[in-house]
């Protein structure tokens, strides 16, 4: 409380009043009071006075102190509420108990006045802060739980926009999709259409994970889709650099503001089941293809979507080959490899995911999934690391020859 004491004094003797205030100014306490003796004025002064306490005489002309602390009770207000009396029984020291009373003395023995008042409005001073304390942590456990549900709710949305498990099986029987938001929202994500007898396949990074890489995750997802459905494009290079032209254009960026661009690691291949040929671009994010335990890195162009080079858009690359029977091919963000961990807490690395693809050959599609899985998990627990980014795998075993 700030300045002086305000106490209200309940007592209906003024003698007895006269002499506790003078005990207390002896004691040096700094306080002003009001003194009340009726029902009536002691309801107001609850109002007007507004007292950081309450002292009151047990026994009243028109009720008791018992009855005026169930009143305070009653009109909502937690005070400090101490209770005088001539001589107390152990019948009234049981019922101050029960009622909640703060505290009680004799009127003839006030030496310990002032610390039970001390005490009494430290103690209701801390009930008070933590009072507070506790409905802040309420409101900030409301807000966040208002946050999560936002966030699942977004991640609904999310999934359904994205396709479903049922037509990539449909498209890619032999294939697996290991996708690991770092939080629940994914800045990664996964592409996959049928369009002029090919199956396109991508996978993407966005700037950022959580919630601004799964907002642009719905931009870029629904640009790749255009660009083979609205604009006709049927090789990765030219569906690559209709979405950075698309980015550019949604999000308003130019080369004067390059500087905030969003941008997009993308590793997109198509592959046509007829020809059995694959055609792959990347923006940043290679292509693996293991063939007999040995695998060939089809590299990306070292740049993201989005990017401007002489005032132009950057263009990219192109890559053909022949598939075989028995090849597997993988498609990633760049989650894996970032990941720390270890026995030294260091990244996972390229060389080493290459290393781990080449070593799961001989195991099923969804089998080299769940190894995939499990060993990044028990490469992060190490040492405890938490999740470093969101993590993005596409497995395809290639069988089909015409």
Same mark, same amino acid.
């Given at each position: 409380?700030?300045?002086?004491?305000?106490?209200?004094?309940?007592?209906?003797?003024?003698?007895?009043?006269?002499?506790?205030?003078?005990?207390?100014?002896?004691?040096?306490?700094?306080?002003?009071?009001?003194?009340?003796?009726?029902?009536?004025?002691?309801?107001?002064?609850?109002?007007?006075?507004?007292?950081?306490?309450?002292?009151?005489?047990?026994?009243?002309?028109?009720?008791?102190?018992?009855?005026?602390?169930?009143?305070?009770?009653?009109?909502?207000?937690?005070?400090?509420? !101490?209770?005088?009396?001539?001589?107390? $029984?152990?019948?009234? +020291? &049981?019922?101050?108990?029960?009622? *909640? =009373?703060?505290?009680? #003395?004799?009127?003839?023995?006030?030496?310990?006045?002032?610390?039970?008042?001390?005490?009494?409005?430290?103690?209701?001073?801390?009930?008070?802060?933590?009072?507070?304390?506790?409905?802040?942590?309420?409101?900030?456990?409301?807000?966040?739980?208002?946050?999560?549900?936002?966030?699942?709710?977004?991640?609904?949305?999310?999934?359904?926009?994205?396709?479903?498990?049922?037509?990539?099986?449909?498209?890619?029987?032999?294939?697996?999709?290991?996708?690991?938001?770092?939080?629940?929202?994914?800045?990664?994500?996964?592409?996959?259409?049928?369009?002029?007898?090919?199956?396109?396949?991508?996978?993407?990074?966005?700037?950022?994970?959580?919630?601004?890489?799964?907002?642009?995750?719905?931009?870029?997802?629904?640009?790749?889709?255009?660009? !083979?459905?609205?604009?006709?494009?049927? $090789?990765?290079?030219? +569906? &690559?650099?209709?979405?950075?032209? *698309? =980015?550019?254009?949604? #999000?308003?960026?130019?080369?004067?503001?390059?500087?905030?661009?969003?941008?997009?690691?993308?590793?997109?291949?198509?592959?046509?089941?007829?020809?059995?040929?694959?055609?792959?671009?990347?923006?940043?994010?290679?292509?693996?293809?293991?063939?007999?335990?040995?695998?060939?890195?089809?590299?990306?162009?070292?740049?993201?979507?989005?990017?401007?080079?002489?005032?132009?858009?950057?263009?990219?690359?192109?890559?053909?080959?022949?598939?075989?029977?028995?090849?597997?091919?993988?498609?990633?963000?760049?989650?894996?490899?970032?990941?720390?961990?270890?026995?030294?807490?260091?990244?996972?690395?390229?060389?080493?995911?290459?290393?781990?693809?080449?070593?799961?050959?001989?195991?099923?599609?969804?089998?080299?999934?769940?190894?995939?899985?499990?060993?990044?998990?028990?490469?992060? $627990?190490?040492?405890?690391?938490?999740?470093?980014?969101?993590?993005?795998?596409?497995?395809?075993?290639?069988?089909?020859?015409?």
């Amino acid at each position: 409380m700030d300045g002086r004491i305000k106490l209200l004094l309940l007592e209906d003797s003024e003698m007895d009043a006269d002499l506790l205030v003078r005990h207390l100014h002896k004691e040096k306490i700094d306080f002003k009071y009001v003194r009340v003796w009726k029902k009536s004025t002691f309801q107001e002064q609850l109002k007007l006075f507004a007292p950081d306490i309450i002292i009151a005489d047990y026994s009243l002309s028109q009720f008791t102190g018992v009855e005026a602390f169930r009143l305070m009770k009653q009109e909502g207000y937690n005070l400090p509420f !101490i209770l005088a009396s001539g001589s107390i $029984s152990e019948k009234i +020291i &049981l019922q101050i108990i029960k009622e *909640g =009373i703060d505290d009680y #003395l004799l009127k003839d023995n006030l030496n310990r006045l002032s610390n039970m008042i001390m005490n009494v409005v430290y103690k209701k001073q801390l009930e008070i802060e933590k009072n507070r304390v506790e409905i802040e942590k309420k409101l900030v456990e409301q807000k966040n739980k208002d946050i999560l549900d936002s966030i699942n709710y977004a991640k609904r949305i999310q999934d359904a926009i994205f396709p479903p498990e049922e037509l990539v099986k449909e498209l890619l029987p032999e294939s697996f999709i290991l996708l690991k938001p770092k939080d629940i929202i994914s800045g990664d994500f996964y592409w996959v259409e049928k369009f002029d007898k090919k199956t396109f396949i991508g996978a993407v990074d966005c700037t950022g994970h959580g919630v601004p890489g799964a907002l642009l995750s719905i931009v870029g997802y629904n640009l790749l889709s255009k660009a !083979i459905n609205e604009h006709n494009h049927t $090789s990765p290079d030219e +569906i &690559l650099n209709e979405l950075s032209n *698309g =980015i550019n254009k949604t #999000l308003r960026q130019n080369i004067e503001s390059s500087n905030v661009n969003d941008t997009m690691d993308v590793a997109l291949c198509s592959i046509d089941k007829i020809t059995n040929t694959l055609e792959f671009a990347g923006a940043y994010n290679s292509l693996y293809l293991i063939r007999n335990k040995r695998l060939v890195e089809i590299h990306a162009d070292r740049f993201p979507v989005g990017v401007f080079l002489n005032g132009q858009l950057r263009k990219f690359t192109n890559h053909k080959l022949q598939l075989e029977k028995g090849d597997t091919i993988y498609l990633f963000s760049d989650g894996y490899a970032d990941q720390f961990g270890g026995e030294k807490g260091k990244k996972f690395k390229h060389k080493q995911f290459k290393k781990l693809l080449i070593s799961i050959q001989d195991l099923s599609i969804e089998e080299q999934k769940n190894r995939l899985n499990s060993t990044i998990e028990e490469w992060q $627990s190490m040492t405890s690391e938490e999740q470093t980014d969101d993590i993005l795998v596409i497995g395809i075993k290639y069988n089909s020859l015409s």
